[in-house]
Structures are given as structure tokens and as C-alpha cells.
């Protein structure tokens, strides 16, 4: 997520998850707003929780998402986590307003800005996978 510390309440106003797709199925009726900015410590660091509260305010079945202790080199506790039954896909749309600006699919996560084309995100664009009691565990950024 590129939500980091100094994020501004104006910003999260601004974003919203527009579409959640599982399997092809849209999960959410209209776009679920941020809310309000909520920074915890998560092992020392400060983390946005916003996106991952969002997401999981919306229950799509058999989804969960949590706060990564994962520490990006520069830019510190960015990373969510999902779990997810590993033979589904999934399509997670976030917009600005009404463009869509990231991307998160069961493969990969992308980046939009100002009605360009969809690229991987800038600063970490990787992925760290791992098993976690026989179920496929994804570390986004």
C-alpha cells in the first residue's frame, strides 16, 4: 500500500476501494471509503491501517486481510497481507475520486496515475509469497 506515515487525512478522503472482484464477482455495491486515519506501532514503526480495515470491512468470503510486520528498505511498514483460497483470483481497484490509481490482483499490483496505463508500482512492485500453515500467504506493498 503506499499509505505511509505521513499520509494526510485529505488524501484518505479521497481514496476509496471501487470494485473488489473475486472469481469475476464484484463484492462491494459502491466504493468503501478509508475513513478516518488510524496509525498504530506495528514492532516500532508506524502503520496506516486504513486500507487493510477497509478491506476487510467488506467480507468477502473466505478473505482476510493483515497488517505486515514486513519492512520495505526505505520506506518502512508499507506491506499488507491476504489470505485467500490459492485457486481463486482476484481483482482489487483503488481510486482517487473516480480514477482508478492501484491495483492489486491475485498476481501482481499496479499503479495508474492520471489516465496513464496500468504499470507495476514504482518504489516496490515485488510480491513476497510464503507458505503459512499449508495456505499461500502474499505480502503486498
Avoid at 462491494?28 to 498504530?40: F, T
Avoid at 483460497?85 to 482476484?90: L, N
Wanted: glycine share 8%; with cysteine.
Amino acid at each position: 500500500q503506499d499509505l505511509g506515515p505521513y499520509v494526510q487525512q485529505a488524501t484518505l478522503d479521497n481514496l476509496r476501494i471501487s470494485s473488489f472482484k473475486v472469481e469475476g464477482v464484484e463484492q462491494v455495491e459502491a466504493p468503501v471509503p478509508l475513513g478516518k486515519i488510524n496509525l498504530v506501532d506495528l514492532g516500532g514503526s508506524p502503520y496506516i491501517t486504513n486500507l487493510v480495515d477497509a478491506l476487510n470491512s467488506i467480507a468477502a468470503p473466505f478473505f482476510m486481510f493483515y497488517y505486515s510486520s514486513r519492512l520495505h528498505p526505505t520506506k518502512g511498514a508499507r506491506f499488507f497481507r491476504v489470505k485467500y483460497p490459492a485457486c481463486w483470483t482476484f481483482e482489487i481497484v483503488i481510486s482517487n475520486l473516480d480514477e482508478p490509481v492501484y491495483r492489486y490482483t491475485h498476481n501482481k499490483q499496479e499503479q495508474r496515475w492520471f489516465g496513464g496505463a496500468w504499470s507495476a508500482i514504482g518504489y516496490g512492485s515485488q510480491t513476497f509469497n510464503a507458505p503459512d500453515n499449508c495456505e499461500e500467504v502474499t505480502d503486498y506493498l
